[in-house]
């Protein structure tokens, strides 16, 4: 905990410093000492790198806890708000709402996001499940198909509306760009009640993780851990997906290396996972600022760049079919 907590302050330290426009370290320490000095550099950090830091922060929490509460519920070693189709229910949800709608402010989004998250969620658990029990296998296959009809249906919307396709064409590829103060600032309360919603729940999971049956057995209510888990995952997926757009596997890498380094505890992943996942995004965000400086990368992209081969050593592993 105290090396990823290290790691995290390093990364933070990174994207502050770091961009196409380099800024000495003094200098972003004045900066916080002496806001009224003004000048250009001043600028950079406090309105452009720090929110945009503080962005990447809020988004790995989300996206974080997210995975490791769905891979804990549906005891599913690839579950993940991307694999799930929880981001593309989100996705598809905001662009109705921009396309449609006209929705403009980040409330506004959040609310399209979680909608579209929790119809999502609720759609693949039903299609997954037999006989009311999830299966994981199931579960898999059917967020892999409805995401991949979302996907289409989203691309689809913001190619028949060229004025919004601009506004989010960024967005889709998850991004930190322009994301102030304005935007994060407003989704942050819900995102930090459905944190510590996840982090209450994480002595359940740790009994639903041995069975239903056995749970029961230990006085866990089953039945509202489930609710209270996909009030936890739609809101801090929707509200991820919101600020920064669909940033996929960060909720499937993130957990995995947690159990690898702590064990099986969901109170300890939790916690792991909250300092991990944001390291993993700022860290993806720096990259992308630097290898097409003084043009980016959109961080989804860097993401999904480092995702993929983990999802191959995931599934190449002999004890990746069981948590």
Do not use: Y
Not at 151 to 164: H, R, V
Not at 206 to 217: F, I, K, M, R
Not at 268 to 291: C, K, N, Q, Y
């Amino acid at each position: 905990m105290a090396l990823a907590a290290g790691a995290l302050l390093c990364v933070c330290l990174a994207s502050i410093v770091l961009g196409s426009k380099p800024i000495p370290l003094a200098e972003v320490v004045d900066a916080f000492t002496d806001p009224g000095a003004g000048g250009e550099n001043v600028r950079i950090v406090l309105d452009l790198r720090l929110p945009r830091t503080v962005t990447g922060i809020v988004v790995g929490v989300a996206l974080g806890l997210a995975g490791a509460v769905i891979q804990a519920l549906t005891r599913n070693p690839l579950g993940d708000p991307g694999l799930l189709g929880v981001d593309a229910g989100a996705a598809v949800f905001v662009t109705v709402g921009v396309v449609v709608f006209g929705t403009v402010t980040p409330l506004q989004d959040l609310a399209f996001a979680v909608a579209g998250a929790l119809v999502v969620t609720a759609a693949v658990a039903g299609i997954g499940s037999v006989r009311g029990v999830a299966d994981p296998i199931r579960l898999t296959l059917a967020g892999i198909a409805v995401a991949a009809v979302l996907t289409g249906i989203t691309t689809a919307l913001m190619l028949l509306n060229p004025d919004s396709f601009h506004r989010l064409q960024g967005w889709k590829a998850g991004t930190f760009v322009e994301r102030g103060w304005d935007v994060v600032l407003p989704v942050v309360p819900f995102l930090a009640a459905s944190a510590l919603l996840a982090l209450a729940l994480a002595r359940a999971l740790n009994s639903v993780g041995l069975g239903e049956d056995a749970a029961t057995a230990l006085g866990v209510n089953v039945a509202r851990t489930r609710l209270l888990s996909v009030v936890a995952i739609t809101v801090l997926a929707g509200g991820a997906t919101a600020i920064a757009g669909p940033i996929a596997f960060v909720g499937l890498m993130v957990p995995h290396v947690a159990r690898w380094l702590i064990g099986p505890d969901q109170r300890r992943i939790l916690l792991l996972s909250m300092l991990l996942a944001p390291t993993l995004v700022l860290a993806s965000d720096v990259v992308g600022r630097l290898v097409l400086a003084p043009g980016e990368l959109p961080v989804g992209i860097v993401t999904a760049f480092v995702g993929a081969p983990v999802l191959i050593a995931l599934a190449r592993r002999a004890r990746a079919s069981a948590l």
